[in-house]
T-cell receptor, first 115, second 110 residues
């Protein structure tokens, strides 16, 4: 069974540019989560999508946005990139069970470097 | 504010030298505490979920325990392949948001 897949694996952008990251969840999983992992910091929660709807959002500015498609895949968009956006962006999926998920399955992430 | 603190930040062990990693938390209503393992260049991999104080879970050389204020990940007779970053996370209230600690980087040397 295929795991969570993310693309691209690496990305280099310059300040002010826009970027789109993509995630395909495990087959049958309806929830998709996005996390940011900056160097030396823990995973910071960005967004949670379930059944095509945004269910929760972390403490990030509005230039971080995303969506979930009918096939449950997801995109994370970051506008007006800043240097501090350089990080590993991780996508995770899970089965949504009455609002409480047992565990998340993570992809290998997209390493974004902003110059 | 909900908070998760892991210690130590880094730990170096000799093969076979048992030790424990600590995860202390301050949250309003714990729904679950999770342990993950993360290898370099990869996403975190699920290890355990603990739900209530006194609960314990084991997997190979790893054993996780939970109290009302902290969790421990005990590593018995570690091997070099146990080298990784171990992450602790808590889920509180609703909204399926996991709050992660910064992790403990474990290095096991032969």
């Amino acid at each position: 069974e295929a795991g969570v897949t993310q693309s691209p694996t690496h990305l280099i952008k310059t300040r002010g540019q826009q970027v789109t990251l993509r995630c395909s969840p495990i087959s049958g999983h309806t929830s998709v989560y996005w996390y940011q992992q900056a160097l030396g910091l823990g995973l910071q929660f960005l967004l949670w999508y379930d059944e095509g709807e945004e269910r929760n959002r972390g403490n990030f500015p509005p230039r971080f946005s995303g969506r979930q498609f009918p096939n449950y895949s997801s995109e994370l968009n970051v506008n007006a990139l800043e240097l501090e956006d350089s990080a590993l962006y991780l996508c995770a999926s899970s089965l949504a069970v009455r609002g409480f998920n047992e565990k998340l399955f993570f992809g290998s992430g997209t390493q974004l470097s902003v110059l | 504010e909900d908070q998760v603190t892991q210690s130590p930040e880094a730990l170096r062990l000799q093969e076979g030298e048992s030790s424990s990693l600590n995860c202390s938390y301050t949250v309003s209503g714990l729904r679950g505490l999770f342990w993950y393992r993360q290898d370099p260049g990869k996403g975190p991999e699920f290890l355990f979920t603990l739900y209530s104080a006194g609960e314990e879970k084991e997997k190979e050389r790893l054993k996780a325990t939970l109290t009302k204020k902290e969790s421990f990940l005990h590593i018995t007779a570690p091997k070099p392949e146990d080298s990784a970053t171990y992450l602790c996370a808590v889920q509180t209230g609703g909204y399926n948001k996991l709050i992660f600690g910064a992790g403990t980087r474990l290095a096991v040397h032969p």
